[in-house]
């Protein structure tokens, strides 16, 4: 490979990670980086994929992981000292499954994993249609779907399954926010300190809610959590809170995204949004389109353990390799004129909830999630317009997560 191209590629990575519009439509960058090759070693310092097949093996194949905590001080030009005073909590993250390896990562998700079974899920149904109808009660004409739906309503779902009251939701969201900035690629210093603040509000707000629960136990996920942790042997404290807090998060900014992503794209296109109004029976299809079309989550990646072949490349112990879901999602490979569209399509499940261990433990809950949000909306509101002029509407600032800052439409 010459240097040209790697230039190339390193150009095209970094107007999607960096610039505004790379960020708001990745995807002629995206089939870009797929065509050229399978796998890229980026001057940024990790190995890239791409392609549907390549970033299943990364997320699925054993040799792959989670890993240590790299020595993240030298991304800041920080000491190790100077690190472990500003940041004393950081490495209390890892004991969330989401990021540890087997075997903590299989006891840990073994004992939420029950929640959230399609079974389980679907006996919520009832739930997250009543959590819909009342925010859409309170929709005026001219909303904000993104701050008046897609937001709240994850939060309220999850925060009815663990039990922490809507009081509490109101007064975690925005550091919720703050907090899930820790999944981004090397966020700035300030954001981590924001994320290190956040994460000690939420932290005391859950210690009062186990303490509640431990005085007098309720029928909710909370209790349960702490019915373990009292047993001694299974969940520490350390990982009652850290599993707390990722399943508080996790819905947040992820179905929103979903929520919003997928609201836009169906407003983009009006003609699919009408063949879905004519036949509802296309929800479940629909929802994996939305799910494939602009994923709310765009990047994964995992640590290799050993030394890997990819495609005639060798690659070293403890390299990073980054896996671009977004990329996958549009692979011809696996999508038929993967550019268009189709809310009829009928096709492999998107790669947007990653695959392998870490696959997504709330997948049914957000698919149930979105299927009741865009059925009750299609259901009430005859007409949907889009409310922004000719601006269209703009993502956040981020990189993995990839959502909408607002969307405003008129409903009628
Ligand atoms: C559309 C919405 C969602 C998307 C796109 C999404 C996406 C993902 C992805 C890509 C991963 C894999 C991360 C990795 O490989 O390291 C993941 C993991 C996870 N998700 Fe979701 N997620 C969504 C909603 C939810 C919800 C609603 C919950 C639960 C309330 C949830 C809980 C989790 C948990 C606990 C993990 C960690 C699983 C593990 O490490 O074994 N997610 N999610």
Redesign the pocket.
């Known amino acids: 490979m010459t240097d040209t191209t790697q230039v190339d590629v390193d150009a095209l990575l970094a107007e999607i990670f960096l610039t505004t519009e790379g960020k708001s439509d990745p995807y002629p960058r995206y089939a870009a980086i797929r065509e050229h090759s399978s796998a890229f070693r980026s001057a940024m310092g990790f190995v890239v994929v791409g392609r549907f097949e390549d970033c299943q093996w990364v997320?699925r194949d054993a040799r792959f992981g989670?890993g240590e905590m790299s020595a993240m001080w030298e991304t800041y030009d920080l000491t190790e000292e100077q690190w472990r005073a500003r940041f004393p909590d950081m490495e209390r993250r890892m004991s969330?499954?989401?990021?540890?390896d087997p075997p903590d990562?299989t006891r840990l998700?073994r004992l939420?994993a029950k929640a959230?079974t399609p079974k389980t899920v679907e006996n919520l149904r009832p739930d997250i249609v009543r959590l819909t109808d009342e925010l859409l009660d309170q929709l005026g004409d001219s909303v904000d779907v993104v701050a008046e739906l897609a937001l709240p309503l994850?939060m309220a779902?999850?925060g009815e399954?663990l039990g922490i009251p809507a009081s509490e939701r109101i007064v975690l969201q925005p550091f919720v926010r703050d907090a899930v900035k820790t999944l981004e690629l090397d966020p700035p210093l300030d954001q981590l300190d924001a994320a290190a603040h956040a994460r000690k509000v939420i932290a005391e707000h859950i210690e009062a809610l186990i303490a509640a629960r431990r005085a007098e136990p309720t029928d909710d996920l909370l209790s349960e959590l702490v019915h373990v942790e009292e047993q001694g042997d299974q969940l520490t404290h350390d990982e009652l809170i850290s599993t707390v807090i990722?399943?508080?998060g996790?819905?947040f900014e992820?179905?929103t995204?979903?929520i919003g992503n997928g609201l836009l794209a169906l407003l983009e296109h009006p003609a699919e949004l009408q063949r879905l109004r004519d036949d509802r029976s296309l929800m479940k299809t629909a929802v994996e389109e939305l799910?494939r079309w602009d994923?709310?989550?765009q990047v994964?990646?995992?640590k290799v353990f050993e030394d890997v072949e990819v495609h005639g490349m060798t690659v070293a112990a403890g390299q990073e390799f980054v896996t671009l879901?977004g990329a996958a999602n549009r692979d011809p490979r696996v999508y038929d004129d993967p550019e268009r569209f189709d809310v009829g399509r009928v096709a492999p499940a998107p790669m947007?909830?990653?695959?392998?261990?870490?696959?997504?433990?709330?997948?049914a809950?957000?698919?149930a999630?979105?299927h009741v949000v865009f059925d009750r909306l299609l259901e009430r509101f005859p007409a949907i317009e889009p409310d922004w002029g000719d601006t269209r509407p703009a993502y956040r600032d981020s990189i993995v997560l990839h959502g909408l800052e607002a969307l405003p439409v008129r409903l009628a």
């Open positions: 997320l989670k969330s499954m989401l990021g540890l990562h998700r939420v959230f994850p779902v999850i399954m990722l399943l508080f996790a819905g992820t179905t995204n979903l799910l994923a709310p989550i994964d990646g995992r879901l947007s909830f990653g695959a392998g261990i870490h696959y997504c433990l709330g997948a809950l957000a698919r999630e979105a």
